[in-house]
């Protein structure tokens, strides 16, 4: 990973200094575009409401806001000024867009999906792809990609194959590493955060099915589906990871500090962020079943190592305050015994 200035690093411990809990949870996710909006346009009484103690993502001004590249610009820029200069503590946000095949917004430039890419056997040309979206991302404030799929696909059943770079790990990890390197660039100031995705075992899914559970030995696991993880964080300097939906071997990913942390930072060495699958986080509630409220499944995904959750607030906010309110008043209660 390309290491972060000293100066950022002392700027980020003097803001988390100051931070209440509300801005830090706040901080922990994002909206919608089009939560913001009223009418399709940007309503500002929306944006001084929900955004009055910053917000970490806006998610797809462009994708989900059907604006021109120049509005979206616009937009992002008054949206980027109310929490820069309206904000008690100026911290600006992360706009996040969709980029698989080519920015997914109007008038943007669409490439071969990645599996007709893959089929060059050419990895430079999904640099030179990838260089093409950063320059259109960057010109409409776009910081962060959700792609590359780093998934191996070895089941021509799973709903989204054209998405990865086909079957063979080596393959996959070439042009996973083209891939990222061309759309963060150089320098990371400079280029666009890519996003791994899906921290693990997605598209092996049984029958298919999208969300549907994940059967992997520890030999295919290590051998076949984490060497382009591996290869992205090692050789690409991978910045941002997305975890996957299903179970993998009877363990919910999305709540599984074994997998997310354990694995993925301990073993891997990644010290990116981790962002979310869209509603990963109240799924583990409200799909799988394995968390009895939002609060809960809130607890559960961030101590596994899911850092901010996607594509909007369902969980994080407010269960994570209702759940620091409930130790507090546990807390006091104990001493008040003692």
Known sequence: MTQTPTHI?????????????????RQLGGY???????????????????????VGQITRIAGAGNLTPLETAKTYNRIQKFLLEETRLGIPTINHEECCSGLMALESTVYPQPIGLASTFKPELAKKMTEQ???????????????????????????????????????????????????????????????????????????????????????????????????????????????????????????SKRILTDLLRDTLGFDGVVVSDYEAVVMIHNYHKSSPTRKDAAIRALTAGIDVELPTFDCYLPGLQQAINALIRSIHRSLLII
């Open 9 to 25: 690093k002392k700027r980020v411990s003097e803001l988390l200094a100051q931070m209440t809990l509300q801005e830090k949870i």
């Open 32 to 54: 919608w575009f089009y939560e913001l909006q009223t009418q399709g346009q940007l309503d500002m009484g929306k944006v001084r409401v929900k955004l009055k103690d910053g």
């Open 133 to 255: 979206i950063r320059k259109q991302m960057l010109a409409i404030g776009a910081r962060q990609g959700l792609a590359p799929v780093l998934d191996v696909g070895r089941d021509p059943r799973w709903g989204r194959i054209e998405e990865t770079f086909g079957e063979d790990p080596m393959l996959v990890s070439q042009f996973g590493k083209a891939y990222i390197q061309g759309l963060q660039g150089e320098d990371p100031l400079k280029g666009v955060m890519a996003t791994g995705k899906h921290f693990i075992g997605h598209a092996f899914s049984q029958g298919g099915l999208n969300c549907g559970p994940v059967h992997l030995g520890e030999r295919d696991l290590w051998d076949v589906y984490m060497a382009p993880f591996q290869a992205a964080i090692r050789d690409a300097g991978l910045m941002s990871m997305m975890n996957a939906y299903p179970e993998l071997d009877g363990e919910l990913v999305a709540a």
